[in-house]
């Protein structure tokens, strides 16, 4: 799940890198002054010493890092404001420039911390390999050469010292998580989480319900979503959405009058051998184009809007033996996202939460997905160390803390229908905006970055919860892509 690498490369091409002018010197007890990449400004970086069992407080040590974006006023807020990063598997402080500008005027007054979750970035890191953007497109789309590759990063990673693979669940990550908050100095702290970052975030209220002033979760993947199941759901919902703006629409439907068919014809002659000029280095290549493969390559513009207005053209031209567009928009999802993934937390978190519960998952195969996530999942999780979820850790008991719950309509992974089942089990406290044209993260939209200040910012819970958010509600759907040769222009 590219959850959160989606939703931050929304925030990068929003607001840029932060520029903010250098801070005067100043002392943090327990902490060094150190940079970030994107972040104009001095920051502060620490790191929190952790049982990697809990159970043995005396066994095997590791080092969660944090970094803190001070606050740039003199007299700042005691309550910072805490980020947990998605994926699961991204690195916090990876996404320092863009949590920078995104909570530009939070961090007038605020410090915005950012903590890398155990299994990632500096924390104990559990990766696999880099992502090469010219590796042969070949090797992405062989699904037992994925296999292979992942069950030798589990063999490499499971030699390290801190190579235990069942002790980077969520519930456990969130202790290390008030363990910061401890060694700050704070009473309460201000919780922000995009995509999977909303189940760290709902996961800390549960377990420190008293530490927590307020809350935005933006993309929710609650504790009880079977993540690889929901995504076909989830996927097929969106897809079939851009299918029926494109029909709707006058000028897509003339440039792509088949454009369902053309999608399902696709489907159905699939597996095919397919040339293709690579998206990096322009090199053409055979490979196998398998259906699963296929699908992984569609729903990867989904994610955001304005990618997803080329799919119509990508399939079209798919449908008549031409892939680049289609490779080409998921590569340039790829391209764009900050940080890497470090894949062993990734399975190391899934396979212990949303694995043992896939076989008795609620929701309905999309028609075209199917169960090829759910497939792909169980079985890379059927050789994966499963730590121990307590049964506690998929409930979202009633929130004291006002919580912004922000939902994109065209999310293809962490649509509304997650966010209002939240809303409503968070109770009254609890406020669920949905943006109707958005996708996968809505925080990153215009306004939205002035309505997460004045939500946090509001002196009280129920100022906090009237704050105007209908600056978004109406943003159109972006237009279909039609090339301008096809206009008619010379």
Same mark, same amino acid.
């Given at each position: 799940?590219?959850?959160?690498?989606?939703?931050?490369?929304?925030?990068?091409?929003?607001?840029?890198?932060?520029?903010?002018?250098?801070?005067?010197?100043?002392?943090?007890?327990?902490?060094?002054?150190? !940079?970030?990449?994107?972040?104009?400004?001095?920051?502060?970086?620490?790191?929190?010493? !952790? =049982?990697?069992?809990? =159970?043995?407080?005396?066994?095997?040590?590791?080092?969660?890092?944090?970094?803190?974006?001070?606050?740039?006023?003199? %007299?700042?807020?005691?309550?910072?404001?805490?980020?947990?990063?998605?994926? &699961?598997?991204?690195?916090?402080?990876?996404?320092?420039?863009?949590?920078?500008?995104?909570?530009?005027?939070?961090?007038?007054?605020?410090?915005?911390?950012?903590?890398?979750?155990?299994?990632?970035? /500096?924390?104990?890191?559990?990766?696999?390999?880099?992502?090469?953007?010219?590796?042969?497109?070949?090797?992405?789309?062989?699904?037992?050469?994925?296999?292979?590759?992942?069950?030798?990063?589990? #063999? !490499?990673?499971?030699?390290?010292?801190?190579?235990?693979?069942?002790?980077?669940?969520?519930?456990?990550?969130?202790?290390?998580?008030?363990?910061?908050?401890?060694?700050?100095? #704070?009473?309460?702290? %201000?919780?922000?989480?995009?995509?999977?970052?909303?189940?760290?975030?709902?996961?800390?209220?549960?377990?420190?319900? /008293?530490?927590?002033?307020?809350?935005?979760?933006?993309?929710?993947?609650?504790?009880?979503?079977?993540? &690889?199941?929901?995504?076909?759901?989830? %996927?097929?919902?969106?897809?079939?959405?851009?299918?029926?703006?494109?029909?709707?629409?006058?000028?897509?439907?003339? !440039?792509?009058?088949?454009?369902?068919?053309?999608?399902?014809?696709?489907?159905?002659?699939?597996?095919?051998?397919?040339?293709?000029?690579?998206?990096?280095?322009?090199?053409?290549?055979?490979?196998?184009?398998?259906?699963?493969?296929?699908?992984?390559?569609?729903?990867?513009?989904?994610?955001?809007?304005?990618?997803?207005?080329?799919?119509?053209?990508?399939?079209?031209?798919?449908?008549?033996?031409?892939?680049?567009?289609?490779?080409?928009?998921?590569?340039?999802?790829?391209?764009?996202?900050?940080?890497?993934?470090?894949?062993?937390?990734?399975?190391?978190?899934?396979?212990?939460?949303?694995?043992?519960?896939?076989?008795?998952? #609620?929701?309905?195969?999309?028609?075209?997905?199917?169960?090829?996530?759910?497939?792909?999942?169980?079985?890379?999780?059927?050789?994966?160390?499963?730590?121990?979820?307590?049964? #506690?850790?998929?409930?979202?008991?009633?929130?004291?803390?006002?919580?912004?719950?922000?939902?994109?309509?065209?999310?293809?992974?962490? &649509?509304?229908?997650?966010?209002?089942?939240?809303?409503?089990?968070?109770?009254?406290?609890?406020?669920?905006?949905?943006?109707?044209?958005?996708?996968?993260?809505?925080?990153?939209?215009?306004?939205?970055?002035?309505?997460?200040?004045?939500?946090?910012?509001?002196?009280?819970?129920?100022? =906090?919860?009237?704050?105007?958010?209908?600056?978004?509600?109406?943003?159109?759907?972006?237009?279909?892509?039609?090339?301008?040769?096809?206009?008619?222009?010379?």
């Amino acid at each position: 799940m590219r959850g959160s690498a989606a939703w931050a490369v929304v925030a990068l091409a929003a607001f840029g890198a932060a520029a903010a002018p250098a801070l005067a010197a100043e002392q943090r007890q327990g902490l060094a002054p150190c !940079r970030l990449g994107g972040v104009a400004h001095d920051a502060w970086c620490g790191q929190v010493r !952790r =049982a990697l069992d809990p =159970a043995q407080p005396q066994g095997v040590q590791i080092e969660v890092h944090y970094a803190v974006l001070p606050a740039l006023a003199r %007299n700042r807020k005691p309550d910072p404001v805490f980020f947990f990063a998605g994926g &699961p598997g991204q690195s916090a402080i990876d996404l320092a420039g863009a949590m920078g500008a995104l909570f530009a005027r939070l961090g007038n007054r605020r410090d915005i911390v950012l903590i890398d979750q155990r299994g990632s970035g /500096r924390s104990a890191p559990l990766a696999c390999e880099d992502e090469q953007p010219a590796r042969p497109l070949a090797e992405g789309a062989d699904a037992a050469r994925t296999l292979a590759r992942l069950g030798q990063c589990r #063999a !490499r990673l499971a030699a390290l010292p801190h190579g235990d693979l069942r002790h980077y669940t969520t519930w456990v990550a969130m202790q290390d998580a008030d363990a910061v908050r401890r060694a700050l100095g #704070a009473e309460q702290v %201000n919780l922000v989480g995009g995509s999977y970052g909303t189940r760290a975030a709902l996961e800390y209220m549960r377990q420190f319900p /008293r530490a927590v002033r307020r809350a935005v979760i933006d993309g929710v993947a609650p504790p009880d979503m079977v993540m &690889p199941a929901a995504f076909s759901t989830d %996927n097929q919902a969106a897809m079939d959405a851009v299918l029926a703006a494109c029909a709707a629409a006058g000028p897509c439907q003339a !440039r792509y009058p088949t454009l369902r068919a053309d999608w399902h014809a696709l489907l159905a002659g699939l597996p095919r051998e397919v040339s293709v000029a690579h998206p990096v280095t322009g090199t053409l290549e055979r490979l196998t184009l398998t259906r699963d493969f296929a699908l992984s390559l569609a729903r990867v513009p989904l994610y955001v809007p304005a990618l997803a207005a080329g799919l119509p053209l990508a399939l079209s031209e798919a449908a008549r033996g031409r892939f680049e567009p289609l490779v080409g928009l998921a590569a340039a999802m790829s391209a764009g996202s900050p940080g890497k993934m470090f894949e062993g937390m990734h399975f190391s978190v899934v396979c212990a939460e949303d694995g043992p519960r896939l076989a008795q998952a #609620a929701d309905a195969p999309g028609a075209d997905f199917g169960t090829v996530f759910a497939e792909h999942y169980r079985q890379i999780c059927a050789g994966w160390p499963r730590g121990p979820v307590p049964a #506690a850790f998929y409930s979202v008991p009633p929130t004291a803390a006002a919580t912004l719950v922000l939902s994109g309509g065209a999310d293809p992974v962490t &649509p509304p229908r997650h966010g209002e089942r939240v809303a409503k089990a968070l109770g009254p406290k609890a406020r669920h905006v949905v943006v109707a044209q958005a996708g996968h993260g809505v925080m990153a939209i215009g306004c939205m970055r002035d309505v997460l200040f004045r939500f946090i910012d509001a002196d009280s819970d129920g100022e =906090a919860l009237k704050v105007d958010a209908g600056c978004a509600l109406a943003i159109p759907r972006p237009s279909a892509f039609i090339p301008v040769t096809a206009q008619g222009a010379p």
